[in-house]
Nanobody, 119 residues
Framework: QVQVVESGGGLVQTGGSLRLSCAVS????????VTWYRQAPGKQRELVAG???????NYADSVKGRFTISKDNAKKTAYLTMNSLKPEDTAVYSC?????????????WGQGTLVTVSS
């Protein structure tokens, strides 16, 4: 059974940095795609960043130039490196992962990790 666990959240001051991890457990050969989402209190969930197997990435306009998504198939882990954090980045960050399970794919959500940016 494939599971995903996020870590790395916490409290940071404005301008600070954090690196979130999205660790995939279970028998997998690679990570096909990863998307990080976030949901702030009282707001809808929004896409933050995504990466696919070929390395192509996409970012929300609000985080471009500050956040970087990456993945390491050998470590079965994806990352979201967040720099120049702002109070409006405060949210629960969750990762969605798609892994090959021939002939199909398995899609799994993590439970989320809280990021709080103080002003």
């Amino acid at each position: 059974q494939v599971q995903v666990v996020e870590s790395g959240g916490g409290l940071v001051q404005t301008g600070g940095s954090l690196r979130l991890s999205c660790a995939v457990s279970g028998t997998i050969f690679s990570i096909n795609a990863v998307t990080w989402y976030r949901q702030a209190p009282g707001k809808q969930r929004e896409l933050v960043a995504g990466i696919v197997s070929g390395g192509r990435t996409n970012y929300a306009d609000s985080v471009k130039g500050r956040f970087t998504i990456s993945k390491d198939n050998a470590k079965k882990t994806a990352y979201l490196t967040m720099n120049s954090l702002k109070p409006e980045d405060t949210a629960v960050y969750s990762c969605w992962v798609r892994v090959p399970n021939p002939p199909k794919y398995v899609e799994v959500w993590g439970q989320g990790t809280l990021v709080t940016v103080s002003s």
